[in-house]
């Protein structure tokens, strides 16, 4: 009964990624040429989140900063406080035009305080949402980047935060540096 369980946890997940594949490769591509324009042009990427995406903004912070698969010159990324409101005060003292804030979306909707410091320093803004993502469609300016998971599960949705994590991460890594082996 238990090992059912567990196995049903791994098929949900797999069905979740098959879904959201299509879905999410064009707002995904979109995010990562943000994310190379910023960096190429001299700029930073800014990671926040709230609840596990705070989390996962420290991961990817890591991953642009250090290495994703890959040995490649570090890139200009930081993770900001996990606080929303400290947050929204790194983005006020850290953020300049061109730069990106990525946020990461638990669900819990305390993420205007951000948006709102990211886009009065003319910043782009690359959100990964799960549940409620669609109020961002009110925050976000025609320049930004939604990505939003297709499920309401807590869980399921931070799975599919890490993966999109990763795929910005080799995105970025194949426009810099080409198709090489890993």
Same mark, same amino acid.
């Given at each position: 009964?238990?090992?059912?369980?567990i196995?049903q946890?791994?098929?949900d997940? /797999?069905?979740l990624?098959?879904?959201?594949?299509?879905? *999410?490769?064009?707002p995904i591509a @979109?995010?990562?040429?943000?994310?190379l324009?910023?960096l #190429?042009?001299?700029?930073?990427?800014?990671?926040?989140?709230?609840?596990?995406g705070?989390?996962?903004?420290i991961?990817?912070?890591?991953l *642009?900063?250090?290495?994703?698969?890959?040995?490649?010159?570090?890139?200009?990324? *930081?993770a900001l406080? /996990?606080f929303?409101?400290?947050?929204?005060?790194?983005?006020?003292a850290?953020g300049?035009p061109?730069d990106v804030?990525?946020y990461? @979306?638990?669900?819990?909707?305390?993420s205007?305080?951000?948006?709102?410091?990211?886009?009065?320093?003319?910043? #782009?803004?690359?959100?990964v949402?799960?549940?409620?993502?669609?109020?961002?469609g009110? *925050?976000?300016?025609e #320049?930004?980047v939604l990505i939003a998971?297709?499920?309401?599960?807590?869980?399921?949705?931070?799975e599919?935060?890490?993966l999109?994590?990763?795929?910005?991460?080799?995105a970025? @890594?194949?426009?810099l540096?080409?198709?090489? @082996?890993?």
């Amino acid at each position: 009964m238990l090992e059912q369980r567990i196995q049903q946890q791994f098929f949900d997940g /797999a069905d979740l990624k098959y879904q959201a594949a299509e879905l *999410l490769a064009r707002p995904i591509a @979109d995010a990562a040429a943000a994310l190379l324009a910023a960096l #190429t042009g001299g700029g930073k990427v800014l990671a926040a989140g709230s609840g596990a995406g705070a989390a996962l903004a420290i991961h990817l912070a890591r991953l *642009l900063a250090g290495r994703f698969e890959r040995e490649r010159p570090p890139l200009a990324a *930081l993770a900001l406080a /996990a606080f929303n409101g400290e947050a929204a005060q790194q983005v006020r003292a850290l953020g300049l035009p061109g730069d990106v804030l990525v946020y990461i @979306d638990d669900g819990e909707g305390h993420s205007a305080v951000v948006i709102s410091a990211a886009q009065a320093k003319d910043m #782009t803004i690359v959100v990964v949402a799960g549940r409620g993502a669609q109020a961002f469609g009110e *925050l976000l300016a025609e #320049t930004d980047v939604l990505i939003a998971v297709p499920h309401e599960r807590a869980a399921r949705v931070a799975e599919l935060q890490m993966l999109v994590l990763h795929c910005l991460c080799d995105a970025v @890594d194949f426009q810099l540096m080409g198709d090489q @082996d890993l």
